[in-house]
């Protein structure tokens, strides 16, 4: 089978390569996916996982991505809940082989059925981006109707889908990012927005519940504008700052088959809208991951 590979750490994007790997073996509760549609975090050859297993024995050449849609091929001993040629769509294990190659073993568990009125770059693009969304809000920030809720990164992957979660929830939303996000993070329903080029953070007042994907001083900075007993949730490491009198929260996203079902529902009931940005082949995945190349909404890469 074709797949991306990286070679380096140090390499970084420069040691992607498209290459003829062995096809994928289904181990005990694996199924192996024929890909259809992949996704990607920018970040994960960051991440140790992306390198190592769960013994922390190096895994190099690996391959990246961790979001993907596609059609069951193979049931690996014991593995229930799923059939051949079924569609499904869902999250790659992080410390094994990933997305991006024509074919995945991924634990059943990590996988929920994908609709046949949900198109395969959708079904990529919403496992880690509505899993996260939906975990920060209400799994660790516990949001409540009545409460207002900052989200950082309001027209991004994570931040679209969670201002639109929050707004139907009943919270008030306030959204930030740059200027040129403004009218998209408007469209998706946030109540106000913040430039945080332009704008004073500070003067949002004080929110309930601030979701955090930027990190560094934004993510600070967000801590102050916790009201007491409020919470920050952080995507982008552990936090460097508290608010008072209350909590702050580092997480990463676990899969979920049944919420996983619950979002898919949300989409074909028109109630969530998964922002789609480029789509390139396989081919051109490792340009993809350049900063440069990559747009508004989620990055996604066809296989099929």
Same mark, same amino acid.
């Given at each position: 089978m074709k797949a991306i590979t990286v070679q380096d750490r140090a390499a970084?994007?420069?040691?992607?390569s498209l290459v003829d790997r062995p096809h994928p073996? #289904?181990?005990e509760n694996d199924v192996v996916v024929r890909v259809h549609a992949a996704g990607f975090t920018p970040g994960?050859?960051?991440w140790p996982g992306?390198?190592?297993d769960r013994a922390g024995?190096?895994?190099?050449?690996s391959v990246p991505g961790h979001e993907l849609s596609g059609v069951v091929a193979e049931l690996g001993y014991g593995t229930t809940g799923l059939t051949v040629g079924q569609r499904v769509f869902g999250l790659a294990d992080w410390t094994r082989n990933g997305s991006l190659a024509e074919f995945a073993a991924v634990e059943a568990r990590n996988l #929920?059925?994908?609709?046949?009125?949900?198109?395969?770059t959708v079904g990529a693009a919403l496992p880690i981006s509505g899993l996260t969304a939906w975990q920060a809000l209400f799994d660790h920030g516990r949001l409540e109707p009545g409460q207002t809720v900052l989200v950082h990164g309001a027209a991004g992957g994570v931040g679209s889908i969670a201002v639109q979660l929050a707004r139907e929830a009943g919270a008030t939303v306030i959204g930030t990012g740059r200027a040129h996000n403004r009218e998209a993070a408007l469209d998706l329903?946030?109540?106000s927005f913040v430039d945080l080029e332009a704008d004073r953070l500070e003067d949002v007042g004080e929110v309930d519940l601030v979701l955090d994907v930027f990190g560094g001083e934004i993510g600070d900075r967000s801590a102050g504008v916790v009201r007491a007993g409020g919470t920050l949730v952080t995507i982008a490491g552990p936090p460097n700052a508290w608010p008072r009198d209350g909590r702050a929260i580092f997480f990463v996203v676990e899969a979920d088959r049944a919420r996983l079902a619950d979002l898919a529902q949300r989409v074909r009931d028109g109630r969530l809208r998964v922002l789609v940005g480029a789509v390139h082949p396989l081919e051109e995945a490792a340009a993809a991951f350049a900063p440069g190349r990559r747009s508004q909404g989620?990055?996604?890469i066809r296989t099929i």
């Open positions: 970084g994007v420069g040691g992607m073996h #289904a181990a994960e050859l960051e992306t390198w190592t024995r190096d895994r190099t050449p #929920a059925p994908l609709p046949a009125d949900i198109d395969y329903g946030v109540h989620k990055t996604i």
